[in-house]
């Protein structure tokens, strides 16, 4: 039986992640979980787990004014915590250290019209504070790989699910609100809650090391996204063409825009990334009947 380390207490993510074990492959791993707020972490051995799948870290930036403190914060959280805990793994034998990175390692996404394709050479070019913290995280505990110890960077796109938090949860109030939404030609990659649990466990199982860009088989489109949160909620929203110019006009005055309906993709071709155990409608109609 493999033995799993969550470090960071009662996060979407790890809670997510650990019920998909439970669920799944109850005889086969046993998960346990480490809060990391204070410093007790610290006198716990990791000695005797398999893996160490590192999730805390402070998951979203406000890139309004922010002040040096709180900038600071995310570098202590993010990046010092995430090498310090994947040198203590090391340190104490564990065999494989799993750490959330992000998207936004690359940036912003591309403005409405233009496009935005990741690919396995696409060098990472942070765009604020916190894409920063996440890469030099990321460049802190690579160089950690050895012959007995595998570091697994992830770089996932936008996370929804049942219990989600962030962007999706906009989509579904416009969805619940508006009985018309304006149609704005985009694509963007994403990936569903149990599409990740099912690729962090086959990280797991196969022993893997690497940086990984797991998404959903499909790209996403927003205003179709927001047609099918309402579908699933019994309701009906008219998609509306011809209005494309003025949030391009409306994207030079804040960048909330491009946030929701710019383009950033993970090229297909990085076959092996791509999770396709729920596609889009399944997991969207999912999520809105467990959030009901």
């Excluded at 007790?40 to 979203?60: L, P």
């Excluded at 996370?159 to 938090?165: E, L, Q, V």
């Excluded at 906009?170 to 990936?191: C, D, G, Q, T």
């Amino acid at each position: 039986m493999k033995k799993i380390l969550i470090t960071g207490a009662n996060s979407y993510i790890g809670t997510s992640f650990e019920n998909y074990i439970k669920t799944n492959h109850p005889s086969e791993y046993l998960v346990d979980t480490i809060d990391m707020v204070d410093g007790t972490w610290r006198e716990k051995s990791f000695t005797g787990y398999d893996t160490v799948f590192h999730v805390a870290g402070i998951a979203h930036s406000d890139t309004g004014k922010v002040s040096d403190e709180r900038k600071a914060l995310y570098y202590k959280v993010n990046t010092e915590l995430t090498i310090e805990t994947a040198k203590k793994a090391k340190a104490d034998g564990v065999k494989q250290f799993i750490f959330m990175s992000s998207a936004i390692v690359y940036g912003d996404s591309a403005p409405i019209g233009k496009q935005k394709v990741i690919t396995k050479d696409t060098v990472p070019k942070p765009s604020n504070f916190y894409g920063d913290s996440k890469l030099q995280a990321e460049n802190g505990i690579l160089p950690l790989q050895s012959d007995s110890f595998n570091v697994v960077v992830l770089r996932p796109p936008m996370i929804y699910g049942k219990g989600c938090k962030g962007n999706y949860q906009v989509l579904v109030k416009l969805a619940l609100k508006l009985p018309v939404f304006p149609y704005v030609k985009n694509e963007r990659s994403m990936l569903y809650i149990k599409n990740l649990c099912e690729f962090v466990w086959l990280m797991v199982e196969n022993d893997e090391q690497g940086i990984f860009w797991p998404q959903n088989a499909e790209y996403s489109n927003t205003s179709e996204m927001v047609k099918m949160i309402a579908e699933a909620h019994g309701k009906k929203v008219k998609l509306v063409k011809g209005f494309t110019w003025l949030f391009i006009i409306t994207s030079r005055f804040t960048g909330l825009v491009n946030k929701a309906f710019g383009n950033l993709t993970y090229d297909t071709n990085l076959n092996y990334n791509i999770i396709n155990l729920y596609n889009l409608k399944k997991s969207i109609e999912l999520t809105e009947r467990l959030n009901g």
